[in-house]
């Protein structure tokens, strides 16, 4: 079966503690993405990634770090920074990048739902 | 960032046709993707449209209108299933960087 797979789905997390979101993905894609979600919201772009070794900045990628040392991982470091971290967090990944014929459809996975207490 | 603009909720009928508008900043648009996402999942692709006009997959169409920057989604013999928030998201091009843009997304209620 062939997917996007996040976990863990529900964490808690002490304020001040770095924690890291896992996501992987066994499509073959280039392209993965970080997106948080809140209430009320769109989807914000935290992070992507084209290919291996290399990410780039979204709208809110402060207090965030990622790394991409493989192609079919894409892990997400919520660290102390980040302000205001609890929320829904959601991996997606796509064949390409950019690529008008829509082969830059996004794929998402489960989500993890991380709380600050 | 780019607006996206959605009706924020949405009630139907079930057995019912709803259409849901989703408006967008014309300048650099390169592609319009809907979703689907139940209340704590994820989103599920629905449709995708680069091109004018109507997009026909199953009980859901999409259309678009590039020129007055508009897009809907038609969902057609509505189910109690369909109850969720629908997501337009617009792909921007330009200098190099990828942009996709969520709109705020629709909540759709389907009643019986």
């Known amino acids: 079966d062939g997917g996007i797979t996040q976990s863990p789905k529900y964490l808690f997390r002490k304020e001040g503690q770095n924690v890291t979101l896992s996501c992987e993905q066994n499509?073959?894609?280039?392209?993965m993405y970080w997106y948080r979600q809140d209430p009320g919201q769109g989807l914000r772009l935290i992070y992507y990634?084209?290919?291996?070794?290399?990410?780039q900045k979204g709208d809110i990628a402060e207090g965030y770090s990622v790394s991409r040392e493989k192609k079919e991982s894409f892990p997400l470091t919520v660290t102390s920074a980040q302000k205001n971290p609890t929320a829904f967090y959601l991996c997606?990944?796509?064949?390409?990048?950019?690529?008008?014929?829509?082969?830059?459809?996004?794929?998402f996975g489960p989500g993890t739902r991380l709380t600050v207490l | 960032g780019q607006n996206i603009d959605q009706p924020t909720e949405m009630t139907a009928t079930e057995g019912a046709i709803v259409q849901i508008n989703c408006t967008y900043q014309?300048?650099?648009?390169?592609?319009l993707f809907w979703y689907q996402q139940h209340a704590g999942e994820a989103p599920t692709f629905l449709s995708y449209?680069?091109?004018?006009g109507l997009e026909e997959k199953g009980r859901f169409s999409s259309f678009l209108s590039r020129s007055k920057g508009y897009s809907y989604l038609l969902l057609k013999e509505l189910q109690m299933k369909d109850s969720a928030s629908y997501l337009c998201?617009?792909?921007?091009?330009?200098?190099?960087?990828?942009?996709?843009?969520f709109g705020k997304g629709t909540k759709l209620s389907v009643i019986p």
């Open positions: 449209n680069v091109l004018d």
């Open positions: 990634s084209q290919i291996v070794n290399d990410f």
């Open positions: 998201a617009v792909r921007y091009s330009g200098a190099g960087s990828y942009q996709l843009t």
């Open positions: 997606a990944s796509s064949l390409e990048l950019d690529d008008g014929g829509g082969a830059d459809t996004q794929y």
């Open positions: 014309t300048s650099g648009f390169n592609g």
């Open positions: 499509l073959n894609h280039d392209a």
